[in-house]
């Protein structure tokens, strides 16, 4: 079955059970001016009336203003009804909707198939687009099951690339094989398309393979559809306000969102706990839920009229980021309270609709009448504390189990009696943690919504952490520390050694011993090199305190330094200064920075290595920077919590962590990040020797894969290379070409690709480690079996870059491309390369060899054709379709062996080289041929049945008909000639200065004169499809008559 009888007609016949209504191609371009349009007008303009009331005259001004909106965020301040528009007969300005959100009903919602729009050049073909009101909002590629999804998320990006005008007022898109789906906003890159494995609509259940079904119902059902346009969809700036990138729910967070406003509405139970693991994005959940209890579309309820929203966090760096994040995404006018009497202020203000960021210790009860000996000033202080319409509060409480410390808790709870209050963790609440859930979930309730580790790692929304353990010898354990002491000690003087011992010897002493911390940064440099860097990821180092970073960081510096001395030969002074850059110690000062008895002479107190906070701020913009050499960032506490950068792969850990700190640190390695496969932890100190004690304060299930083994690896790499190991015979082994061939059919070669993949993904995650080494020759067996495979069963050029294999296996993979030949097998060649003919030359190839070749040309054949279908559509559509029909006779064992196949694809090659030289036999030029080309497709050729049949009996009849065929063949001849002239105008219209000058491909006035022309030339000389054919002929000039 092909993508359209088997995804995408199945896909429209869903739709239309949701409430869509099919629109055909006639009706949808009847309605757009030309290719470049994308806006149904008609559609549009009786939307715009019908649901603002206002006159056509103005509907249509706004259908021409939208028409030429190019940026998505602006369209989507329209699609919110966020501008006005003076409207005629009014004398204000008036609020222009161009959605309903009140009564989907009063919406047109209707999709097409193949829909056609061109721009820059290129023609896309769509294969399903979701129009509301006649606004293109989602665009949907169908891919068969065996292609996969990745291809049709790449050929999205693609179509976003060429086709500006479909994506401006996008919403979002999709990418479905029926079993599969992926959805991902406007522009995302690859690794940002989620699927959605969880129904959130009441409705029928969908089984695991009814992706597709289940997919188009979460996301498109028209109340779903709009709540995600209203709410669930935002656009973040960088720090620099430069970079824009447009973010849309995941389904953890739409759901969690829309318990909150259930609960609001209801009103039963004013709280609510939710659990999302860190890296599953907490903090874009908050904006969301903001987003929604603020402006709340489509919803009609007096409890969110107009609430007033208190964001509150429990330390100054999550404070800032999260206020940073509301700012970044648009959120309407976030104020943050930089003290407690601004933040009184703020609370005490009567209008409604604010949205406030605070810490909790702004909290104080700093009023002195609370440190009265009165209990009556006592209790007028705590009458005045509450906040006016306190129950039109709703507090959003960012890890709330840290908020409820000392009298902080209940000052935010006297101040918000009435308030609805929702805590937010990325941490599991601990067993014995009773005030937490009493404080923030409801009676028996325990967490309103919960997305717990095991759920991120699944769906996508984060990587694994794994922990190994390294230098054991180091580990610090208590029951040990006397022993260590004599130990690390023992070349101390007496008085040193008495002082010590007199004051109590503590790990962190032992910790920061000048030669232990010389070893690690020794064994952290040479672990760093060999198996993150060549990815190009990054690294904490976590240490025990702020005169523990100063020693790191000078150690570090002093063992890279050593190596660029030796490696790369460069002096002292140079190796210091590229060794310097490559890390940075991230700590605050205080009063007591005076050294210790036991301080390093080299390092003179933790001053040398402090950074100003505006350093620190650069230090970590370069640290978040993939294209930086800063490598490492240093810190004792700092970045432990409510950091974010998903380029960080490992953190090297040298201090005591555990419960809560211990699972927030571990997560800052497990943002996703191109292909991260998973995060590291290093442990130095001995931590993971007592997980299970680390983490004993959570229930098992919580937490029991916080952290897995990195060993564990190794079991998944010999289950992978023994289910990919299975499908090759062992006879085939040493014969690739065999190999490839035995697999049988093309279902069996997708199951192969996808062993395939898994094997080599996990062979260059483990990668240096020794174990890999008796797996190296079945790993090189595999990829050239995928890279044939890819031209036997694809007919595909394989992609020999290996740009989506760890960079720990490229050089390995790529000098054995070399050595056996197969780079030379899998290199494509051009018609106009003589290599390219010699494979139908020698009839002495052995039968092995003449099958290679057949394939080789065929994927060659393929490439070449669909270059010059873009290049001019009708020339040479007959050569796509003669060599689809050969690979299909191929594939149902038609011919009889690899000498017949090469035979009938030299016929193909060539034809097709002929046509490619056949202008040279003609009066015109090769540009002015092609667009004959493209006329001549239009003129129908003297048909089998207009010729005599054999045997006529009837010789007037026959000589009749003769006479009728030599006539129509004189008139085509006559009116191909005629077409020839006509192509020669054409071409010199677009040549010409005059009507094209300089620049013309990017001025839209200027080309849509040119079609006007073109058309005109068309129908003078009754040509016929005279209306269509100026699209297709620019098409075919804006690649062969562009001027810059």
């Known amino acids: 079955m092909s993508e359209e009888s088997a995804v995408e007609i199945p896909g429209l016949r869903f739709l239309e059970t949701l409430g869509y209504t099919e629109l055909s191609a006639t009706e949808v371009n009847a309605q757009r001016e030309s290719f470049e349009r994308v806006l149904l007008k008609d559609t549009l303009v009786d939307a715009l009336m019908r649901i603002n009331v206002i006159l056509r005259e103005t509907a249509l001004s706004v259908h021409n203003e939208l028409a030429g909106l190019s940026d998505n965020e602006a369209w989507f301040k329209r699609l919110r009804g966020q501008a006005s528009k003076k409207v005629s007969g009014e004398s204000t300005s008036k609020t222009i909707r161009l959605l309903d959100f009140d009564d989907p009903g009063q919406n047109t919602w209707e999709v097409t198939r193949q829909f056609y729009v061109k721009g820059g050049g290129k023609v896309i073909e769509a294969d ?18 065996t292609v996969g999804l990745e291809k049709g998320i790449a050929q999205i990006r693609r179509y976003e690339t060429h086709v500006d005008a479909l994506f401006a007022p996008n919403a979002f898109n999709i990418v479905t094989t029926g079993a599969g789906l992926r959805y991902a906003a406007t522009g995302a890159s690859s690794q940002y398309w989620f699927d959605w494995p969880e129904s959130t609509i009441p409705g029928p259940t969908f089984a695991k393979t009814q992706a597709m079904e289940r997919g188009f119902t979460e996301l498109l059902t028209p109340a ?40 609001v509405i209801d009103g039963t139970h004013r709280k609510g706990l939710i659990w999302h693991t860190q890296g599953s994005g907490k903090s874009l959940t908050m904006v969301f839920a903001a987003l929604k209890l603020k402006f709340h579309r489509g919803i009609d309820h007096p409890r969110l009229k107009n609430p007033n929203i208190l964001v509150v966090t429990d330390r100054k760096d999550l404070d800032a980021q999260i206020t940073g994040t509301f700012r970044a995404c648009g959120l309407p006018n976030p104020k943050h309270a930089r003290s407690s009497a601004e933040l009184r202020a703020l609370i005490d203000q009567k209008s409604p609709g604010r949205v406030i960021t605070s ?27 509450a906040a006016p319409q306190s129950a039109n509060w709703i507090l959003l409480v960012d890890e709330c189990h840290r908020t409820q410390e000392e009298l902080l808790g209940a000052y935010l709870r006297a101040t918000f009696p009435d308030a609805f209050f929702f805590g937010f963790t990325g941490t599991p609440v601990k067993k014995n943690d009773k005030d937490t859930y009493a404080n923030f979930g409801a009676p ?97 180092i976590v240490t025990v305190d702020r005169r523990a970073v100063a020693k790191h960081k000078a150690a570090l510096d002093a063992v890279i330094a050593d190596w ?52 620190q701020k650069d230090a970590i913009q370069r640290f978040r920077d993939p294209e930086s050499e800063l490598y490492f960032l240093i810190v004792c506490d700092k970045l ?34 191109r292909d991260k496969p998973y995060g590291l932890i290093v442990d130095y100190f001995g931590v993971s020797q007592n997980l299970q004690d680390a983490l004993s304060a959570y229930r098992a299930d919580d937490v029991k894969n916080a952290l897995r083994p990195e060993t564990g690896l190794h079991d998944d790499l010999r289950d992978a290379h023994r289910q990919v190991m299975a499908m090759i015979d062992p006879a085939d082994r040493h014969d690739v070409r065999q190999a490839v061939r035995a697999l049988g059919s093309l279902d069996r070669y997708y199951d192969f690709c996808q062993r395939a993949r898994a094997f080599i993904a996990l062979y260059g995650a483990i990668m240096p480690d020794p174990v890999v080494i008796p797996y190296a020759p079945d790993l090189k067996l595999v990829t050239d079996i995928l890279h044939l495979g890819k031209m036997e069963w694809e007919n595909e050029e394989p992609d020999l870059s290996f740009t989506h294999y760890s960079a720990k296996l490229r050089q390995m993979l790529e000098a054995h491309l070399e050595v056996t030949g197969i780079r030379e097998l899998c290199t494509l060649r051009s018609l106009s390369d003589s290599a390219f003919w010699k494979d139908f030359d020698d009839d002495a190839e052995a039968p092995r060899d003449l099958e290679t070749a057949a394939v080789r040309k065929t994927v060659e054949l393929k490439k070449i054709i669909a270059e010059k279908l873009g290049e001019n559509a009708e020339r040479y559509a007959s050569f796509s379709e003669r060599l689809k029909e050969l690979i299909a ?86 009116r191909l000639a005629a077409l020839e002239t006509l192509a020669e105008d054409i071409a010199a219209l677009y040549q010409s200065d005059e009507h094209a000058p300089i620049r013309w491909q990017e001025k839209g006035s200027v080309r849509h004169e040119l079609r006007k022309q073109v058309r005109h030339m068309l129908y003078r000389d009754d040509v016929p499809g005279w209306r269509e054919l100026p699209e297709k002929i620019e098409t075919f000039a804006l690649k062969h008559f562009a001027k810059s």
């Open 640 to 673: 432990l919590t409510g950091f974010d950068a998903p380029v960080e792969q490992a953190m090297y850990l040298d201090k005591s962590l555990r419960d809560h700190n211990l699972l927030q640190a571990i997560t800052r390695t497990n943002r996703r990040f």
């Open 564 to 615: 660029y001395m030796a490696e790369h030969g460069l002096s002292e002074s140079a190796a210091r200064l590229r060794a310097t850059a490559h890390s940075a110690a991230i700590y605050s000062a205080n009063a007591n920075d005076a050294g210790e008895v036991l301080e390093d002479e080299s390092v003179r107190g933790v001053l040398r290595f402090q950074l100003s906070e505006a350093q």
């Open 359 to 385: 810490t909790i210790f702004k909290f104080d009860g700093e009023d002195p009448r609370f440190e009265s000996s009165s209990m009556r000033e006592r209790q007028a202080a705590m009458a005045e504390l």
């Open 444 to 540: 028996g309730e325990g967490y309103l919504d919960k997305y717990g580790i095991d759920e991120a790692v699944r769906d996508g929304a984060t990587v694994k952490v794994l922990y190994t353990a390294r230098l054991p010898e180091w580990h610090l354990e208590d029951a040990e520390l006397d022993a260590a002491f004599d130990r690390y000690f023992a070349a101390e003087d007496d008085e040193t050694r008495r002082k010590l011992k007199e004051r109590g010897v503590t790990r962190s002493d032992l910790a920061r011993l000048p030669s232990r911390i010389a070893q690690i940064a020794a064994d952290i440099w040479q672990h760093f090199r060999t198996h993150i860097q060549p990815d190009g990821y990054k690294a904490q």
């Open 889 to 974: 006779s191929f594939q149902l064992g038609l011919f009889d062996d690899a000498a017949a196949k090469l035979d009938a694809l030299e016929t193909v090659a060539r034809d097709l080289q002929a046509e490619d030289a056949a202008h040279q036999s003609s009066r015109l030029s090769e540009h002015a041929f092609g667009i004959w080309s493209i006329l001549k497709a239009t003129v129908a050729d003297v048909s089998d049945e207009q010729k005599p049949s054999e045997g006529q009996t009837d010789a007037a009849a026959q000589a009749t008909q003769y006479a009728e065929a030599y006539a129509e063949g004189t008139a085509h001849a006559q």
């Open 224 to 263: 779903r559809l709009l709540d995600l346009i209203a709410h669930f969809i935002v656009f973040e700036r960088d720090a620099t306000g430069q970079k824009v990138v447009k973010k849309i729910c995941r389904y953890q967070q739409l759901r969690a969102v829309n318990k909150m406003v259930e609960r």
């Open 128 to 145: 399903l687009v979701v129009f509301v009101n006649g606004i293109p909002l989602v665009v949907i590629e169908a891919k068969d099951l």
